[in-house]
T-cell receptor, first 112, second 114 residues
Framework: SQQGEEDPQALSIQEGENATMNCSYKTSINNLQWYRQNSGRGLVHLILIRSNEREKHSGRLRVTLDTSKKSSSLLITASRAADTASYFCATTSYNQGGKLIFGQGTELSVKP | DTAVSQTPKYLVTQMGNDKSIKCEQNLGHDTMYWYKQDSKKFLKIMFSYNNKELIINETVPNRFSPKSPDKAHLNLHINSLELGDSAVYFC?????????????FGDGTRLSIL
């Protein structure tokens, strides 16, 4: 069953602006991961945040996790045209054999 | 060097045929996965193997049979292909099957059933 829902489904911004994507999930999690998928390619791992962490940074990426609200956000600062892609959140839960349960994804378009 | 490689990249075939997709990873990971991505980009786990042993088998029709000859390879055989099997199939691997490590994905196999 689908765990996460992402919001917005599509986002269009200008280069240099910040992009924020949100993800909500339904059950208790072990960790939450964000992936990027460029058109016609496989998914690329961006960040993993554990259930006992609240915020994580990696370069221009900032991820927050609020387990009380069962939600996470991904912020991309100073966006570039190359950031154009689909972004997915995915959760893992204890005793689930490591399977990722994906959200629906957000399609980000960054216009030069 | 490609970390997770799948072949073929494209597969176009008739309904009722049997086909296989191969996957290899050179990362030394213990766990490999198959995911299906539908036309709306929704991704769903199908199978997972840890060191050649099946650990996840979601409710997938038994026309789909994974095979792991060694921990670096996980192939997917599909019998009696149906129109609804049209999708992109992704292979992935991770260091462990505990869900606490990132997964590395191949570039997908685009399966089209005529």
């Amino acid at each position: 069953s689908q765990q996460g829902e992402e919001d917005p489904q599509a986002l269009s911004i200008q280069e240099g602006e910040n992009a924020t994507m949100n993800c909500s999930y339904k059950t208790s999690i072990n960790n939450l991961q964000w992936y990027r998928q460029n058109s016609g390619r496989g998914l690329v791992h961006l960040i993993l945040i554990r259930s006992n962490e609240r915020e994580k940074h990696s370069g221009r990426l900032r991820v927050t996790l609020d387990t009380s609200k069962k939600s996470s956000s991904l912020l991309i600062t100073a966006s570039r045209a190359a950031d154009t892609a689909s972004y997915f959140c995915a959760t893992t839960s204890y005793n689930q054999g490591g399977k990722l349960i994906f959200g629906q994804g957000t399609e980000l378009s960054v216009k030069p | 060097d490609t970390a997770v490689s799948q072949t073929p990249k494209y597969l176009v075939t008739q309904m009722g045929n049997d086909k296989s997709i191969k996957c290899e990873q050179n990362l030394g990971h213990d766990t490999m996965y198959w995911y299906k991505q539908d036309s709306k980009k929704f991704l769903k786990i199908m199978f997972s193997y840890n060191n050649k042993e099946l650990i996840i088998n979601e409710t997938v029709p038994n026309r789909f049979s994974p095979k792991s000859p060694d921990k670096a390879h996980l192939n997917l055989h599909i019998n009696s292909l149906e129109l609804g099997d049209s999708a992109v199939y992704f292979c992935a691997s991770s260091q462990s099957g505990q869900g606490d490590q990132p997964q590395h994905f191949g570039d997908g196999t685009r399966l089209s059933i005529l």
